[in-house]
């Protein structure tokens, strides 16, 4: 398959998956309702969020918000995909990274811009193991992204090493 293709393909993929939930959520779940999916353990909720990750710059001024919450990201996110598309050095895995990362972000821009907040409705909590924010599909994207981009260049360390 063409690289350029595959790359457009994996963003928008992230991108559809996470719009898919939102309008679900947003159609179907009353605003912070709760619906338990495992127990108290796993949940879904409808809630609104104006800032970055877990509320982060929600009480913002509005213009700094709109300069770090649709600007910067928005140039950032174009130079990666710039990035991503020129640089054919990437292996596979850290190119799938960066994809994820990218589509992430940019569901996560585009519900700032139409809706001028994200909607985020999962909720995790294994009781004091590990508990997180509410949070969404692209949220899972950028996430996954990071993670296979720091296994990713943690792999190539040890390969050069040995």
């Given at each position: 398959?063409?690289?350029?293709?595959?790359?457009?393909?994996?963003?928008?993929?992230?991108?559809?998956?996470?719009?898919?939930?939102?309008?679900?959520?947003?159609?179907?779940?009353?605003?912070?309702?709760?619906?338990?999916?495992?127990?108290?353990?796993?949940?879904?909720?409808?809630?609104?969020?104006?800032?970055?990750?877990?509320?982060m710059?929600?009480?913002?001024?509005?213009?700094?918000?709109?300069?770090?919450?649709?600007?910067?990201?928005?140039?950032?996110?174009?130079?990666?995909?710039?990035?991503?598309?020129?640089?054919?050095?990437?292996?596979r895995?850290?190119?799938?990274?960066f994809?994820?990362?990218?589509?992430?972000?940019?569901?996560?821009v585009?519900?700032?811009?139409?809706?001028?907040?994200?909607?985020?409705?999962?909720?995790?909590?294994?009781?004091?193991?590990f508990k997180?924010?509410?949070?969404?599909?692209?949220?899972?994207?950028?996430?996954?992204?990071?993670?296979?981009?720091?296994?990713?260049?943690?792999?190539?360390?040890?390969?050069?090493?040995?």
């Amino acid at each position: 398959m063409n690289r350029t293709i595959f790359i457009v393909l994996l963003i928008v993929f992230n991108i559809a998956i996470d719009q898919i939930s939102k309008v679900y959520v947003r159609a179907n779940i009353e605003l912070r309702e709760v619906i338990e999916l495992i127990g108290d353990k796993f949940i879904l909720t409808n809630v609104y969020n104006k800032g970055a990750f877990l509320g982060m710059g929600s009480d913002m001024n509005p213009t700094l918000r709109v300069i770090f919450l649709l600007i910067l990201p928005t140039i950032v996110l174009g130079y990666v995909i710039y990035y991503i598309i020129k640089t054919k050095e990437l292996d596979r895995l850290s190119l799938i990274a960066f994809c994820c990362i990218v589509g992430g972000g940019i569901a996560n821009v585009f519900d700032r811009i139409v809706f001028g907040k994200v909607t985020d409705f999962f909720f995790i909590d294994l009781g004091g193991i590990f508990k997180t924010g509410i949070f969404n599909v692209a949220d899972i994207s950028v996430t996954t992204g990071m993670i296979i981009l720091l296994y990713s260049g943690l792999f190539k360390k040890e390969k050069k090493t040995v």
